[in-house]
Nanobody, 120 residues
Framework: QVQLVESGGGLVQPGGSLRLSCAAS????????MAWYRQAPGKERELVAL???????NYAGSVKGRFTISRDNAKTTLYLQMNSLEPEDTAVYYC??????????????WGQGTQVTVSL
């Protein structure tokens, strides 16, 4: 099993920065791809950024150049550095990970979410 715990959300002014963290506790599972999703009020959950086990990344067009996703494989921790934040970035941010069992089965896991609010 895999448990994901996010931290680092909060209130920030437009143009400011925040860094989100996601700590994965995984017992005997391996961790595959990890990602950040977000969901704004009244909108569907959307992919923000993804990072593979080899460090390859993919970003939503709306955050490219402003957000940076990274991971520490030794500690199975995921990060999202968010710069030049805009009010449109306001959402609940969710950590996501693929957990791989010892016999090779893959499962999807979600964190509980952390609120990011960008406002004056």
């Amino acid at each position: 099993q895999v448990q994901l715990v996010e931290s680092g959300g909060g209130l920030v002014q437009p143009g400011g920065s925040l860094r989100l963290s996601c700590a994965a506790s995984r017992s005997n599972f391996a961790i595959g791809d990890m990602a950040w999703y977000r969901q704004a009020p009244g909108k569907e959950r959307e992919l923000v950024a993804l990072v593979g086990t080899s460090g390859n990344t993919n970003y939503a067009g709306s955050v490219k150049g402003r957000f940076t996703i990274s991971r520490d494989n030794a500690k199975t921790t995921l990060y999202l550095q968010m710069n030049s934040l805009e009010p449109e970035d306001t959402a609940v941010y969710y950590c996501y990970a693929i957990g791989i069992s010892p016999v090779g089965l893959s499962y999807r896991y979600w964190g509980q979410g952390t609120q990011v609010t960008v406002s004056l």
